[in-house]
């Protein structure tokens, strides 16, 4: 099965501060990489779907790139809203496996 | 409008089994593939496998192979899922999910149900 390696596993920025994590696939998922964010107690919610799209109803300041291997997430001006744990996730040959998450706080 | 509905909170003894169900409304049932991913306490998530419910048809999670099954019920729009011979480890949220995008499993999952929080033990 396909590994991902998400990185940082928690991050402190400061409210309108750009905040970037990354996802590496232990081998090539051409696109196929999601990102959902996930608020305590609440189920995750899908913000970004096949590496770069951002899903309906979701802020722009949410943003995804990368193929192959190597993916980004970023917020362009972090919110006190967006306080939560983000996950990637990959697709390949009928399988799934997420990132082990990056807990993103307020400094 | 388009949501899944969960069974409540079940606790059940090492050795035994549960089974959560998961009741989708508002979108055609059988025209998008469902996935069942588990969160222990404090932990990341992990997927367990999906079905079509179209067809029936299913993948596992190695992990899970031979403890879980997942079946649905198209006359009232549910998937169900089942796991066995329940240990201590496997207390967690329990959440079917739907992958956007119909009969793709490519595309994420854009609808969530609430949680099932099954507890082990003895």
């Known amino acids: 099965d396909i590994q991902m390696t998400q990185s940082p596993s928690s991050l402190s920025a400061s409210v309108g501060d750009r905040v970037t994590i990354t996802c590496q696939a232990s081998?090539?998922?051409?696109?196929?990489l999601n990102w959902y964010q996930q608020k305590p107690g609440k189920a995750p919610k899908l913000l970004i779907y096949?590496?770069?799209n951002l899903e309906t109803g979701v802020p722009s300041r949410f943003s995804g790139s990368g193929s192959g291997t190597d993916f980004t997430f970023t917020i362009s001006s972090l919110q006190p809203e967006d306080i939560a744990t983000y996950y990637c996730q990959q697709y390949d040959n009928l399988r799934i496996t997420f990132g082990q998450g990056t807990r993103l706080e307020i400094k | 409008q388009v949501q899944l509905v969960q069974s409540g909170a079940e606790v059940k003894k090492p050795g035994a089994s549960v089974k959560v169900s998961c009741k989708a409304s508002g979108y055609t049932f059988t025209g998008y593939y469902m996935h069942w991913v588990r969160q222990a306490p404090g932990q990341g998530l992990e997927w367990m496998g999906w079905?079509?419910?179209?067809?029936?048809?299913?993948n596992y999670a190695q992990k899970f192979q031979g403890r879980v099954t997942m079946t649905r019920d198209t006359s009232i729009s549910t998937a169900y899922m089942e796991l066995s011979r329940l240990r201590s480890d496997d207390t967690a949220v329990y959440y079917c999910?739907?992958?956007?995008?119909?009969?793709?499993?490519?595309?994420?999952?854009?609808?969530w149900g609430q949680g099932t929080t099954v507890t082990v033990s003895s």
């Open positions: 096949d590496a770069s």
């Open positions: 081998q090539d998922i051409s696109n196929y």
């Open positions: 079905i079509n419910p179209n067809s029936g048809g299913t």
């Open positions: 999910a739907r992958v956007r995008g119909s009969l793709r499993l490519e595309h994420g999952m854009d609808v």
